[in-house]
């Protein structure tokens, strides 16, 4: 497995709130994230800091799991962990009060993957020309499309899509979402911001993903150019991780 990942501030902003990691475990296990931060001066940059650093930490402890179900519960651990870190910030320093950030991550071997997050960062995987979001945003529009209040369509333009109804900080307690994902030679996997999914079609993601000849490397690229050409008024962070069944490549890094 191969990880690339590129982080841009965008045409708008003046900092970069998003963080990323991603890289191989002791135990083997690949690892991707992608924090995006929100809050008052420098506060964003601070959680989703913040939030990287306490789950790389928390990472670098971890031990096979005997099943998937204990995997799911180690890893909400560690989030709600990275949680209490970044809530416990915010309450001691004024000038953090309120900050917080979503988070994505994956942790994939051989065979199967987990997924968790909070926010509306997202995962996507492609396999064999099917492109899949893993994960549901937790925001305030994808309540009312769920509820019929609104249609994609609605949703997709609603002046307050960015309203999130969950983050990492925010509260002393939070819920986590973890799903578990099988993972074969081929896939690729897409970790991203909104500054991405928000502003590209996910039918351009995948024929990112799929171009022919193309390597990871060049398709990260891609992918930040599409959001800077569709206004770029966000920052933008993309991770990839390819299985093409060759010899394991490290790759990733820290954005």
């Avoid at 995997?71 to 309120?98: C, F, M, P, W």
Wanted: proline content about 1%; glycine content about 10%; hydrophobic content about 40%.
């Amino acid at each position: 497995m191969k990880t690339v990942l590129r982080s841009h501030v965008g045409k708008v902003r003046q900092i970069n709130e998003d963080q990323a990691w991603s890289g191989r475990l002791p135990s083997g296990l690949m690892v991707a994230i992608v924090a995006d931060g929100m809050g008052g001066h420098r506060a964003g940059d601070v959680a989703s800091s913040l939030a990287v650093d306490s789950l790389v930490q928390s990472l670098k402890a971890w031990e096979e799991t005997t099943s998937a179900k204990e995997g799911a519960s180690k890893l909400r651990d560690i989030i709600r962990k990275a949680n209490a870190v970044v809530y416990e910030t915010a309450s001691l320093n004024e000038q953090y009060h309120n900050m917080g950030t979503t988070v994505v991550m994956a942790l994939l071997d051989g065979s199967t993957g987990l997924i968790g997050y909070i926010g509306d960062s997202r995962a996507y995987r492609l396999r064999n020309g099917q492109f899949e979001q893993l994960t549901e945003d937790h925001t305030l529009v994808n309540e009312l499309t769920k509820s019929g209040q609104l249609s994609p369509e609605e949703a997709a333009r609603h002046p307050r899509r960015n309203v999130l109804t969950r983050a990492l900080g925010t509260d002393r307690e939070v819920e986590v979402d973890v799903v578990v994902i099988d993972w074969q030679v081929g896939d690729t996997l897409l970790l991203c911001s909104d500054g991405l999914s928000g502003l590209v079609d996910t039918s351009l993601l995948q024929s990112t993903l799929e171009e022919e000849g193309a390597i990871l490397e060049q398709q990260a690229q891609k992918l930040v150019d599409l959001a800077l050409a569709a206004g770029g008024d966000d920052n933008v962070t993309v991770v990839l991780v390819s299985d093409d069944g060759g010899a394991y490549a490290a790759g990733g890094g820290t954005a």
